[in-house]
């Protein structure tokens, strides 16, 4: 049962313009959330957060903006670089300070220069 | 610094052999964790350690077994291993959690094939 779901495999866009993951979860239980980035044969990189008593959080180029009701969170990337191009991973943690992280499937990020 | 190192990079061991994975991190964590990571899959957590005591062990075979022997560093020992372990292993580490929450800094990952 995947209760972080990354619907797409992956993303291309155009260098300049805006990137959208998207992220959905299952768990009402889920409080706080990350998204990760990932190059081939490195670790995943942290990139931003949010907690659930947000529903926005901007770090220079990147936001990402949650939407408790519909249990779906999205990471905006303004503007793309061909840096850009890694896997994404969203992942969520549980309420009562559990260290465990649940990971979605990642999507594959592609900025054409 | 957000640096985690992790030794070696690449691994190749037969199914009779002993081997460790080393993680060391000096950012002054509480937590560090192991992941273990196959291709086009999302990491899956195997252990967490929370001031050098194991808090998690998400049923790992016993074939695995952690070690922490101070505050920045992890061991992973392996022992008597299986081809289908053959994956990405990855060391994160973050502050302790208890009311906040606070991001886990990952390493780059160990390559172990199994033969």
């Known amino acids: 049962d995947q209760q972080v779901k990354q619907n797409s495999p992956s993303l291309s866009v155009q260098e300049g313009r805006i990137s959208i993951l998207n992220c959905d979860y299952t768990n009402s239980m889920f409080d706080y959330f990350l998204w990760y980035k990932k190059y081939p044969a490195e670790g995943p990189t942290f990139l931003i957060s949010?907690?659930?008593?947000?529903d926005k959080n901007e770090d220079g180029r990147f936001t990402v903006f949650l939407n408790k009701s519909a249990k779906h969170l999205s990471l905006h990337i303004v503007p793309s670089q061909p840096g850009d191009s890694a896997v994404y991973f969203c992942?969520?943690?549980?309420?009562?300070?559990?260290?465990?992280?649940?990971f979605g499937k990642g999507t594959k990020l592609t900025v054409n220069p | 610094d957000t640096e985690v190192t992790q030794t070696p990079k690449h691994l190749v061991m037969g199914m009779t052999n002993k081997k460790s994975l080393k993680c060391e991190q000096h950012m002054g964590h509480r937590a560090m964790y192991w992941y273990k990571q196959k291709a086009k899959k999302p990491p899956e957590l195997m252990f967490v350690?929370?001031?050098?005591?194991?808090?998690i062990n998400e049923s790992v075979p016993s074939r695995f077994s952690p070690e922490c022997p101070n505050s920045s560093l992890l061991n992973l020992h392996l022992h008597a291993l299986q081809p289908e372990d053959s994956a990405l292993y990855l060391c994160?580490?973050?502050?302790?959690?208890?009311?906040?929450?606070?991001?886990?800094?990952f390493g780059p990952g160990t390559r172990l094939t199994v033969t």
């Open positions: 992942a969520a943690s549980p309420q009562g300070g559990s260290e465990k992280l649940v």
């Open positions: 949010i907690s659930s008593i947000k």
């Open positions: 994160a580490s973050s502050q302790a959690w208890g009311d906040s929450r606070y991001e886990q800094y």
């Open positions: 350690y929370s001031y050098e005591k194991l808090s």
